[in-house]
């Protein structure tokens, strides 16, 4: 996620929708750092962590520069905390119902990382559209 908003060339473009596309980059950079730091970082990694996911989808003009450390800070917290999890954990239950049932550790993160690859696509899709 790194590589792809730092690839940016201007700037304002990490905040730029159209009619086909509705979420910027910015937003959904913003977005996957809160998803993985809450349900990562603090469920997983117990790191502290309070959510605000109105801002990730409305927030706006955050600098390149913070997005990126936010991105750094968020690769240590989620190494730290997969490295904490044992092994023998991945069968047992999560500790949150996020689809209104009991889920494994190891179907959520794999959840986790389908729904991270289909963001950062969408990422990479809108840099070469209209980084122009």
């Not at 730092?6 to 509705?22: F, G, H, M, P």
């Not at 993985?36 to 989808?57: A, L, N, P, T």
């Not at 927030?59 to 991105?71: D, H, Q, T, W, Y």
Request: hydrophobic content about 40%; aromatic content about 12%.
């Amino acid at each position: 996620m790194k590589v792809e908003i730092d690839a940016y060339s201007k700037e304002e473009n990490l905040w730029k929708v159209d009619q086909r596309i509705t979420n910027s980059a910015g937003n959904l950079c913003l977005h996957l750092i809160g998803n993985m730091s809450y349900f990562v970082g603090k469920e997983i990694g117990g790191f502290q962590y309070v959510r605000d996911r109105d801002f990730e989808f409305a927030g706006k003009n955050v600098p390149k520069s913070e997005l990126i450390a936010m991105i750094e800070k968020l690769e240590h917290v989620v190494t730290a905390s997969l490295e904490g999890l044992d092994e023998c954990m991945l069968e047992k239950d999560y500790p949150l119902e996020v689809f209104g049932s009991k889920m494994t550790y190891n179907f959520f993160l794999i959840h986790l990382f389908g729904h991270f690859s289909y963001h950062l696509g969408q990422i990479n899709y809108h840099r070469r559209i209209l980084d122009k």
